[in-house]
C-alpha cells in the first residue's frame, strides 16, 4: 500500500513539474528567462513558493529546466520530423523546412525559443549560457552531420566547405525568424525558403540538383503533415542531441 501510495505521489509530482514547464517555457520564450521567478509562476499557477521550489531549487535550476524542456519541444517539431524523411539532400532541406514550420507555426509564442534566449544570454557568462552553446553547438553539428551525408550521397559536391554552408543556412532561418518577431513580416520565411534552396542548389552535384527538382514544392506540405501526424504524441523526451 504505501509503495503504491508512492508511486501516485510521483506520478502527481511528474504531471505537476510538467504543467510548471508548460507554463514557463512560454512565458520565457515572450518575456524572456529572466522573466521566470518562483513566486512569479507560484502565483500564475496557484502553488506554494516552497512546493515549486522543491522542483527545481533556483531560479536558475529553473532556467536550466526550461532550456531542456525548449529543446525537447524542438528535438520533436524539427528532429523528429526531419528525420522521417530518406537520407541525403531530401532530410537535409527537410530539416530547414521543419525549421521555417516550427518558426512560421509558433511553437513558441514568442519565437524561436532559442533565437531570443541566445540574444538574452549570449553575454552572460554562466550555467544557463553554457547550456545555449551546448544546445546551439548540437542543432549545428546535426546540420553538418547532414550535409556530409548528402555529399556521402552524391547529392552535395565533395569540395563543399560545410561548415559555411551550414552557417548561411542558418543565418537565413534566424533572419527569418527576425523579420517575422519584430518587423511582422510574414514573407520572410518565403525569402529564406528561396534562399537555402538557391545557396543548396549552388553546392549540388547534377544529382542533387535533380533531387532538388524533384522535391519541389511538395516538402513544403509534407514535412507540415508530418508534423501534425506527431502532434498527438509529442512526449518530452527529443532533446536536440547529436548522435554518434
Given at each position: 500500500m504505501d509503495e503504491a501510495k508512492g508511486a501516485r505521489r510521483n506520478g502527481d509530482g511528474r504531471r505537476t513539474r510538467d504543467e510548471i514547464l508548460t507554463y514557463a517555457v512560454q512565458l520565457a520564450s515572450r518575456e524572456g528567462l529572466e522573466a521566470l521567478t518562483?513566486?512569479?509562476l507560484a502565483e500564475a499557477l496557484h502553488l506554494s513558493k516552497s512546493g515549486l521550489?522543491?522542483?527545481?531549487?533556483?531560479?536558475e535550476g529553473l532556467q536550466l529546466a526550461v532550456l531542456e524542456r525548449a529543446s525537447e519541444v524542438f528535438g520533436e517539431r524539427v528532429l523528429r520530423v526531419g528525420r522521417s524523411f530518406s537520407g541525403g539532400l531530401e532530410r537535409l532541406i527537410?530539416?530547414?523546412?521543419?525549421?521555417?514550420?516550427?518558426?512560421?507555426?509558433?511553437?513558441?509564442?514568442?519565437?524561436?525559443?532559442?533565437?531570443s534566449a541566445s540574444a538574452e544570454f549570449d553575454g552572460r557568462?554562466?550555467?544557463?549560457?553554457?547550456?545555449?552553446?551546448?544546445?546551439a553547438g548540437s542543432w549545428i553539428a546535426a546540420l553538418?552531420?547532414?550535409?556530409?551525408?548528402?555529399?556521402?550521397?552524391?547529392?552535395?559536391?565533395s569540395d563543399v566547405d560545410i561548415a559555411q554552408l551550414v552557417f548561411e543556412m542558418h543565418a537565413l532561418v534566424q533572419e527569418a525568424n527576425w523579420a517575422m518577431q519584430l518587423l511582422g513580416d510574414a514573407r520572410?520565411?518565403?525569402?529564406?525558403?528561396?534562399?537555402?534552396?538557391?545557396?543548396v542548389?549552388?553546392?549540388?552535384?547534377?544529382?542533387?540538383?535533380?533531387?532538388?527538382?524533384?522535391?519541389?514544392?511538395?516538402?513544403?506540405?509534407?514535412?507540415?503533415?508530418?508534423?501534425?501526424?506527431?502532434?498527438?504524441?509529442?512526449?518530452?523526451?527529443?532533446?536536440?542531441?547529436?548522435?554518434?
Open positions: 518562483i513566486g512569479r521550489f522543491a522542483h527545481f531549487g533556483s531560479k527537410a530539416f530547414l523546412e521543419a525549421w521555417l514550420a516550427y518558426v512560421e507555426a509558433r511553437d513558441f509564442q514568442g519565437g524561436c525559443f532559442f533565437a557568462p554562466g550555467p544557463v549560457r553554457d547550456a545555449l552553446v551546448r544546445l553538418e552531420a547532414e550535409s556530409r551525408k548528402a555529399i556521402a550521397h552524391g547529392d552535395l559536391s520572410s520565411l518565403g525569402r529564406a525558403r528561396a534562399a537555402v534552396r538557391a545557396r542548389a549552388h553546392a549540388a552535384t547534377p544529382k542533387g540538383r535533380a533531387s532538388l527538382v524533384r522535391i519541389g514544392t511538395s516538402i513544403v506540405s509534407d514535412v507540415r503533415a508530418a508534423r501534425r501526424a506527431g502532434q498527438a504524441s509529442i512526449a518530452p523526451h527529443a532533446a536536440v542531441q547529436v548522435q554518434g
